[in-house]
């Protein structure tokens, strides 16, 4: 696919099959997100993917994380909870390094992780893959970060949702650049 045509058709895909996705394919949507650009050359990204039973486990923390800060709610807010996960046979989760120098900055770690989710949206897209970026409060739950390693200073970019496509969604109109756009001369 050429690359304006992904750039301009990509759309987010929160419903996909439960089908596997090959890990060569996978491989490539990170090599994707690892070609994203990046200040000092830190590549402050960190990739999780998760597939299989990892996403029962990542559930499972959620669902306990949950449940410590809302001990009162009914069963199946924990059991829905503990299901999210599986809405997709793979997630990338995308971690970001805080900057160990001085001239490196937070931001800019977390922009260039983010020019890194992005990409592999991109190529998700451009495979044939529905893929859809999620955060929500779980992507700031301490307990998440814990499961990935994460000191609770540190951030998640994002969670991409990546099956094969299980809808078909219209193409979208989206408003023009014109009201967010100005040229100065
Ligand atoms: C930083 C970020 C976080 C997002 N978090 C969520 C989310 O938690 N849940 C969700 O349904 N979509 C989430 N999205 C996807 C947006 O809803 C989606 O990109 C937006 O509706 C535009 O649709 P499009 O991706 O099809 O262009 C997120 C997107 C970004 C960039």
Redesign the pocket.
């Known amino acids: 696919m050429e690359l304006f045509e992904a750039i301009n058709t990509?759309?987010?895909?929160?419903k996909v099959k439960a089908d596997a996705v090959p890990r060569e394919l996978i491989e490539k949507l990170l090599d994707a997100g690892n070609n994203a650009p990046n200040h000092y050359k830190v590549r402050p990204w960190r990739f999780f993917v998760l597939t299989g039973d990892a996403r029962n486990k990542l559930g499972d923390v959620m669902a306990a994380s949950q449940h410590d800060r809302m001990p009162d709610a009914p069963k199946e807010a924990f059991d829905k909870t503990r299901t999210l996960p599986l809405r997709a046979p793979v997630i990338i989760a995308v971690g970001v390094d805080m900057p160990v120098e001085t001239k490196v900055l937070e931001i800019e770690n977390f922009s260039a992780a983010?020019a890194a989710?992005q990409n592999i949206?991109l190529a998700a897209h451009a495979s044939g893959l529905g893929a859809?970026?999620?955060?929500?409060d779980w992507?700031r739950d301490s307990k998440v970060k814990e499961f990935f390693g994460f000191s609770d200073d540190q951030h998640i970019?994002?969670f991409i949702y990546i099956g094969y496509p299980d809808v078909i969604?219209d193409p979208?109109v989206?408003p023009s650049v014109e009201d967010r756009t100005a040229w100065m001369e």
């Not at 859809?132 to 929500?136: D, K, P, S």
Request: hydrophobic share 40%; net charge positive; aromatic share 6%.
């Open positions: 990509r759309h987010s895909v929160g983010s989710c949206l859809i970026w999620r955060t929500g992507a970019a994002g969604v979208l989206r």
